[in-house]
Nanobody, 125 residues
Framework: VQLQASGGGLVQSGDALRLSCEAY????????LAWFRQGPGKEREFVAL????????RYTDSVEGRFTISRDNAKNAVYLQMNSLKPDDTAVYYC???????????????????WGQGTLVTVSS
């Protein structure tokens, strides 16, 4: 099983980026999917979560209204549209998927068994 994240880069404050994450090796269409991030010298933190059918989404307060998580179950993929980026958004972004009976994921990294390799987002001021 592999999660492959892409789309990071160097942008200026106020710019937008769209991250993508495609899963290979198994289907996650029955599971919630999430994005986490880890900034320099910081712990890995929850960013956004989307339910299996996209009907429920949840964001950390600092990105609410600026980021949008979405998914395409036909492509076994999850996306993160990031608008109005700020320097504080600078981090390595990871997509994550749970397994077993944990269909709903959760807000802590301990709830996830599969992780993408991370994609670096750098926002300059």
């Amino acid at each position: 099983v592999q999660l492959q994240a892409s789309g990071g880069g160097l942008v200026q404050s106020g710019d937008a980026l769209r991250l993508s994450c495609e899963a290979y090796g198994r289907s996650f269409r029955s599971y919630a999917l999430a994005w986490f991030r880890q900034g320099p010298g910081k712990e890995r933190e929850f960013v956004a979560l989307i339910s299996w059918n996209g009907g429920y989404t949840r964001y950390t307060d600092s990105v609410e209204g600026r980021f949008t998580i979405s998914r395409d179950n036909a492509k076994n993929a999850v996306y993160l549209q990031m608008n109005s980026l700020k320097p504080d958004d600078t981090a390595v972004y990871y997509c994550a998927a749970p397994s077993g009976a944990n269909y709903g994921g959760g807000y802590g990294p301990e709830n996830y068994d599969f992780w993408g390799q991370g994609t670096l987002v750098t926002v300059s001021s």
